[in-house]
């Protein structure tokens, strides 16, 4: 069946880096782009970013920018997601999910997309603390 | 704060129905689909609507969906005490090329 298989519970020290993964098996993996989203505690979903796997393309949240890296390993079907310069506030679960991307209209040259996430990661859970 | 906005909380009881709504722009749901995730704590999220209106394979007809303009809805009949949960919105949006979620709303089956 389809499913990403996240690592581990991590805890970091602030200042430090965390990389997660994210294993995805029973489809593509180079077909659908991965997303990475955020649960801080009593806090709502918070986007971080996508990839591509198959070009390695990324965009990241603005929030994000310069301190989150995306990348992917096509041979084992993994994604990563490492935040850098961790503060006490990015504790937090991160999730995966992939992005199904599909055409719904065409007109004229322009194609307009549906985008939603089917299906999500468990969670890893990132503790920051000194 | 969410640039979808979603009313915190709603309450029915069960048997009842339920709607949660989520409101945005143009440049967001006024021009993208809308999703919708049911999150459980201590589980991960779980796409119950796509394309506005489509439920998924193996979401019951009690979930349903609906867009008007820059608006989007979420409606549950039959509540059942396993429906409480955090439900959230989201869509892409375009100025942003950002995915974008509405802050959630807790439900409660009373």
């Known amino acids: 069946q389809v499913q990403l298989v996240q690592s581990g519970a991590e805890v970091k020290k602030p200042g430090a880096s965390v990389k997660v993964s994210c294993k995805a098996s029973?489809?593509?993996?180079?077909?659908?782009?991965i997303n990475w989203v955020r649960q801080a505690t009593g806090q709502g979903l918070e986007w971080m970013g996508w990839m591509n796997p198959n070009s390695g393309n990324t965009g990241y949240a603005q929030k994000f920018q310069g301190r989150v890296t995306m990348t992917r390993n096509t041979s084992t079907g993994t994604a990563y997601m490492e935040l850098s310069s961790l503060r006490s506030e990015d504790t937090a679960i991160y999730y995966c999910?992939?992005?199904?991307?599909?055409?719904?209209?065409?007109?004229?040259?322009?194609?307009?997309?549906?985008?939603?996430?089917?299906?999500w990661g468990k969670g890893t859970t990132v503790t920051v603390s000194s | 704060q969410s640039v979808l906005t979603q009313p915190p909380s709603v309450s029915a009881a069960p048997g009842q129905k339920v709607t949660i709504s989520c409101s945005g722009s143009?440049?967001?749901?006024?021009?993208?689909?809308v999703s919708w995730y049911q999150h459980l704590p201590g589980s991960a999220p779980k796409l119950l609507i796509y394309?506005?209106?489509k439920r998924p394979s193996g979401i019951p007809a009690r979930f349903s969906g609906s867009k008007s303009g820059t608006s989007a809805t979420l409606g549950i009949t039959g509540l059942q005490t396993g429906d409480e949960a955090d439900y959230y919105c989201g869509t892409w949006d375009s100025s942003l090329s950002a995915w974008v979620f509405g802050g959630g709303t807790k439900l409660t089956v009373l």
């Open positions: 999910a992939r992005l199904r991307k599909e055409v719904r209209e065409v007109i004229i040259i322009q194609k307009f997309y549906s985008f939603y996430m089917d299906v």
């Open positions: 143009s440049s967001n749901i006024g021009n993208n689909y």
């Open positions: 029973g489809y593509t993996f180079t077909s659908y782009d």
């Open positions: 394309d506005n209106n």
